[in-house]
Each structure stands twice: as C-alpha cells, then as structure tokens.
C-alpha cells in the first residue's frame, strides 16, 4: 500500500499549461504502475494516461493524446502529468492512482485494477 499526495492543480486560462505532481510514500515504488484519473461532478471517473514502473510504457486517453505528458522520477517517488494547451472541458479534479504488479506490464486504464488514490487536486481551466 502507498500514500499518494497531488499537487500543483489550480486556475489556468485556455491554451496554457500546468504540472501535477504525485508524490508516493514507501520504499517500492518502482513496483507500481501509476495511473491519473479525473472527474467532473455527476459524471463518470474517466481515464487520462498511465505509466509502468521505469516510466517505459506510457499511454493516454484519446482527449489528451498529444497535449499531455505522463513521467515519472522513480529517485523521488513521484509522478508527473504535464498538460498542455489545457481546454475548459478538461477542467475536473484530478486524482492519481497506484496499482502494484508483477512481471509484464499491461496498461491499467480502469479505475477498477488501481488499488491506492490520491486526494485529487483541481484544475480549472477558463475560456
């Protein structure tokens, strides 16, 4: 089990930019697969990238492909969301997610195979 911890939400005008961080508790943290979620109230929670354990293998949601970037700092138990060109539909709390695994990687984009999450952190964006 880990202790996730966002940061680095906030109030962002259309086309700009923000980084989120994650920062994980434990010594293990190579052996888990990361993923970043967000939510918008009364819809579904929906799926933004994910990433494996030496950061290798990376993959995103189809709205985001292109604009935003998943990385980790596996030294100081972190990962990352940069977003850019942000748009107001992806204004939502944003919460990441830690799911331990062993040997092959498969890309975990259910919230369902995650087993550990963040507080979230909200991001806004305004046209």
């Known amino acids: 089990q880990v202790q996730l911890v966002e940061s680095g939400g906030g109030l962002v005008q259309a086309g700009g930019s923000l980084r989120l961080s994650c920062a994980a508790s434990?010594?293990?943290?190579?052996?888990?697969?990361m993923g970043w979620f967000r939510q918008v109230p009364g819809k579904e929670r929906e799926f933004v990238s994910c990433?494996?354990?030496?950061?290798?293998?990376?993959y995103y949601a189809d709205s985001v492909k292109g604009r935003f970037t998943i990385s980790r700092d596996n030294t100081k138990n972190t990962v990352y969301l940069q977003m850019n060109s942000l748009k107001p539909e992806d204004t939502a709390v944003y919460r990441c997610?830690?799911?331990?695994?062993?040997?092959?990687?498969?890309?975990?984009?259910?919230?369902?195979?995650?087993?550990?999450w963040g507080q979230g952190t909200q991001v806004t964006v305004s046209s």
């Open positions: 997610a830690a799911a331990y695994y062993i040997g092959r990687y498969r890309p975990k984009k259910s919230s369902y195979e995650y087993d550990d």
């Open positions: 434990g010594r293990t943290f190579s052996s888990y697969a």
């Open positions: 990433i494996n354990g030496n950061g290798g293998s990376t």
